[in-house]
């Protein structure tokens, strides 16, 4: 069984992370009707009620672009699905990887690094996130719920949104050594909030200034301005750009802090 | 395969190992041996390369784990003290899943974890998921998935804590198979038995130093007399008891529930106890154990 020489090796770092990517696949072909109602199906059923339902009270106005209300918030409803699935996949699944499930632990007993771990499931929160957006984009094709190709625009504007609020959560995750409550507190007192108030279902001009101020620094806001900045038009290119930038600067910084963290608690 | 010289991990304040030597040569078994917070663990994990020493040296497979850290876990196998298994995947997915991570085929994967879930006596549970499966099952598993990358070096935490005597011993098995197929192994436990069965040579540790090393038939030769006669008193007579035997041993041991009476002729200690007049209520004779050792270099009771 054994012989003198290991047939182990060390890969290279993006291989390495491509190779935790494999490993959550083979986990996701036994779930994946599961998971991908939740993430995919949940928002159509928004858009059914709020953009097909609900929207067939509201008469198209300066508010919505001359658009109908459907047409309005079908963007919007993508990219904050998008936050509640990145909120979701950075918080108890990477909790559970230190903790409960421990396969971060598994993976950093092989030649895998702490790094290349954190990189597997930033991919991972990506690819589940471009997935889940294409499904609800396909299906919103049958509402007519899209004015034109920028929808596949918008499902990319949605990973970026929902990669700027999982890199955050993976670093709080990672300094989090209780059972997660704060992620409870987090859903309730700032994602639904910001999924309520930062420009998904009307525009921040109905708001109060302090709400307003809140809604400007969410990521959401800029990735519902973004988002139908990309098929609706009635958005500047210098302020899609500053929406593009902010977005990125919050992923950029929650990558750098949750690699830091992913090393300083897989590495003691 | 394993030098160590001065080694030091402090968390913090607290110092958990405090300057170990030891050295583990290719092909051997060999234990750390110690009651739980004696730094074995500690010590497991900077062989292992996942944490980096404070102080000392420390080369494994010829290497320095804070340099060269990937490389040495390419070709060590690793058995956690808690199992880190992915519950939601089958037993083969499992095998397959982890094999990949040291850079090999998914050939190569599909024909190992075949291989591996028979040693490991898992063949028929093979697409099951890992969940439901017994503890002894699942340790199994976490020893077979350790091996899929054919390791020079496998490090062994506890491995048969919380497994009943059975389950334990199937283990047992399967770890002699593999020193005979030439595996060096590193075991940490806290079980005499199980010290005692499996290693070539073990080091006895407690409050981060190692008190004690040798095989384990010369550490009880050094540190224990041949038998050992065990005492059972009523309660309350334990005390007066012990005083009227303690010159018929070479060494005796007062623990809560007994008294030990270290002698090279245990039958004939008990012999002289009943004709002082003594009857304890019951009486054992047997030899010498790591238990013992375990008392005499720290006068405590190894397990809790």
Not at chain 1, 194 to 200: D, H, N, V
Not at chain 1, 215 to 222: D, K, N, V, Y
Not at chain 2, 4 to 33: I, M, N, S, T, W
């Amino acid at each position: 069984m054994a012989t003198m020489e290991s047939t182990g090796r060390v890969v290279g770092s993006w291989r390495a992370a491509w190779l935790r990517v494999e490993g959550y696949f083979t986990w996701y072909r036994r779930y994946w009707t599961s998971n991908l109602y939740s993430s995919g199906l949940q928002p159509v059923l928004f858009l059914a009620a709020m953009g097909l339902g609900f929207g067939s009270q509201v008469q198209a106005g300066p508010a919505t672009g001359g658009l109908s209300y459907l047409q309005y918030v079908a963007p919007a409803l993508l990219v904050s699905a998008a936050l509640q699935v990145g909120v979701g996949e950075a918080t108890y699944p990477v909790l559970s990887g230190f903790k409960w499930q421990r396969d971060y632990v598994a993976a950093t007993a092989t030649p895998m690094t702490p790094g290349q771990v954190f990189g597997g499931q930033l991919i991972w929160i990506a690819l589940r996130l471009t997935l889940s957006g294409a499904a609800y984009a396909v299906i919103a094709v049958f509402f007519g719920a899209w004015l034109n190709f920028g929808a596949v625009l918008v499902v990319l504007v949605g990973t970026l949104t929902g990669m700027a609020c999982a890199t955050p959560m993976m670093a709080l995750a990672a300094t989090t050594f209780d059972e997660g409550m704060r992620f409870g507190l987090i859903f309730r007192f700032v994602v639904i909030p910001m999924t309520l108030l930062a420009g998904t279902f009307f525009p921040i001009a109905q708001l109060p200034l302090v709400l307003r101020l809140f809604a400007w620094i969410s990521p959401l806001w800029h990735g519902n301005e973004l988002g139908r900045g990309v098929t609706l038009g009635g958005v500047s290119g210098l302020a899609m750009l500053g929406h593009f930038a902010y977005l990125l600067l919050i992923f950029l910084a929650g990558a750098w802090a949750g690699r830091r963290y992913f090393y300083r608690r897989l590495v003691v | 395969m394993v030098q160590a010289k001065a080694l030091v991990k402090r968390f913090g304040d607290f110092e958990a190992v405090r300057g170990v030597d030891v050295e583990v040569r290719r092909g051997e078994a060999f234990g750390f041996l110690g009651p739980n917070g004696a730094g074995k663990s500690s010590t497991m994990r900077m062989i292992a390369s996942v944490s980096p020493r404070t102080d000392g040296d420390l080369r494994v497979l010829g290497m320095d784990p804070d340099v060269e850290g990937p490389k040495i876990r390419a070709r060590l196998g690793v058995v956690p003290q808690q199992d880190n298994l992915d519950n939601e995947l089958t037993v083969r997915q499992n095998l397959q899943v982890y094999g990949r991570y040291f850079g090999l085929s998914r050939a190569h994967v599909r024909r190992k974890a075949e291989e591996l879930m028979e040693f490991a006596q898992l063949t028929d549970r093979a697409d099951d998921e890992v969940e439901p499966l017994s503890g002894g099952m699942k340790r199994r598993l976490t020893i077979a998935r350790s091996l899929v990358n054919d390791p020079e070096l496998l490090l062994l935490d506890e491995p048969t804590t919380g497994l009943d005597p059975q389950a334990r011993h199937l283990l047992w098995d399967r770890l002699f198979r593999l020193k005979a197929n030439g595996v060096t192994l590193i075991i940490t436990t806290h079980y005499m038995d199980e010290a005692e069965q499996l290693c070539d040579r073990l080091v006895v540790m407690d409050n981060g130093r190692i008190v004690a090393e040798g095989s384990p038939a010369a550490l009880i030769a050094k540190h224990s007399t041949r038998e050992v006669l065990e005492l059972r008193f009523a309660p309350g007579e334990q005390t007066s008891s012990s005083l009227k035997v303690e010159d018929l041993a070479e060494r005796v041991e007062i623990l809560p529930d007994r008294v030990l009476l270290y002698t090279h002729a245990g039958e004939a200690a008990l012999e002289q106890v009943t004709a002082r007049g003594i009857h304890p209520v019951s009486s054992l004779v047997r030899r010498s154990s790591l238990e013992d050792v375990f008392l005499r270099l720290t006068g405590r009771a190894l397990t809790d």
